[in-house]
């Protein structure tokens, strides 16, 4: 019980003050001289208490009522005139005897606006994307992929630019050198995990941005979108100086931003003038000079200030100015599935997708990790004994390879992508999860790259033979199945 002491002795009552009550909920008319309060609350709400308290109220005393409710719906004023001054005018007879209603009576609670203001993270942005796929009007339908592997991205060009193509669609791919079906590649199969991570390779390595061709940005553009919600693996190969040109913001680049060699060491010689004379020099000989008439940087060059002022003119024309149309087909590809009107929103959040980081390199303990699933025989049983042996050899092997990649010409990347079809682990990860099993047919390593499993042999020891074989079956395995 809570008990307020009572009014302070030096303290009197001022009768010209009219009594008012201000109660967060029902009116309550005068409670008199004594009053008690009860607040209970369910478990949904803050943690429960009851409450008790008193105030001795001597005649024409303010009286303040407040009465906490699990939400406020209503603020209401009333007058209390008992001790009223005859001929005075109180400032609450301004107000009429009705409610003020701030809140509808339905209960409805104030937005929240620590709540309406939170940035979504990474894995609910993803989480929301992807549930655009595969919807009603589309969820029978697939949209068919027939690769070559030595030239994957004409045959996804002739796939998304078919006037059926809906990126929202499960996709079937099709490598055409292999030989037979498509090995149930359906949406979640491994071909489709393979064919995004070439086509990926395929865009990183294509020096994208330094030739026009009609319609290859977009077609870009569109193909990381489908990599980044389809769950394939993630366009970690931009710098931050382009990220933040797709994404609107202002760039500042620097000499190091210039990717021709020959435009970079003119325009370092010109910003390397300590006169106006070798400054004229470099522009004419240099050919500057027809670079400035394209872009507009005309400007005169009256002291090394100026000069500073056309090195960052050039230096925006070169990176920035001349891939515009580029970049802008790519933000169209990018709008794919709603991927770039999130980017607009949360640039912050997608620098993680989009950012180079190769040096993030996959470690063996990530790999336990992921292949934490193993099925094995009946406890006790000899089967049983040998798995657990082969799986220390299977641990053994990763290490092996994190320490050795080198000089075993194998990584632990290429040994994801034997079991999964993927180099890397997706944004939102596996589903469902890589598994492990065990063969007894051969001494080779065997995958199903749609359940994301792998079959370790059982027939091969010691250890160095095991590895033997695994690397073996790994390197000799360009396609998907079974080594």
Known sequence: MLTWPAPSPCIQPDPTIPSMILCCGDVEQNPGPDFKREIQQNTRDPPEYQE????????????VVF????????????????????????????FSDEYIQLDSDSGDELPDPAESSRIP????????????LHVADDGNKITKFNINRHDVMDGARRAINRKSFCPRRKMSVKFTDDIGSPEGAVDEGGPKRELLRL???????????????????????????MSIVHGGPAPKFFNQLLFDMMVGRKVHPTLEDVQDIDMKGKIKKLKDCTNLEDIDLNLSSAGLSTIMNISGSGRPVRNLEDRDFLVQDLLHFVVVGRVTEALSQLTLGLKTLGLYDRMKENPAVFEEVFLN???????????EAIFVDITFSLAGSNRRKTEEKIVGFWRDFLLDIEENSTELELNLSEVLAFTTGADSVPLLGFDPSP?????????FPRANTCAMEIALPLNVTPFEEFKESMIFGIKNSPGFGKA
């Open 67 to 94: 009465e906490t409710r699990n939400v406020r719906n209503k603020l209401s004023l009333s007058r209390n005139n008992s001790r009223r001054i005859p001929g005075s005018t109180p400032y609450v007879s301004l």
């Open 357 to 367: 980081n190769s040096n993030a390199e996959i470690a063996a303990a990530t790999m």
């Open 199 to 225: 086509l990926l390779k395929n865009i990183q390595f294509s020096n994208i941005f330094e030739a026009l061709s009609s319609g290859a940005y977009k077609d870009a553009g569109t193909i990381i979108a």
């Open 435 to 443: 598994s492990i099993t065990f063969t007894e047919c051969g001494r």
């Open 121 to 132: 993270n990474l894995c609910e942005e993803l989480v929301t994307l992807k549930s655009k």
């Open 52 to 63: 008790h308290h008193q105030i001795p109220s001597n005649s024409g005393t303010s009286t």
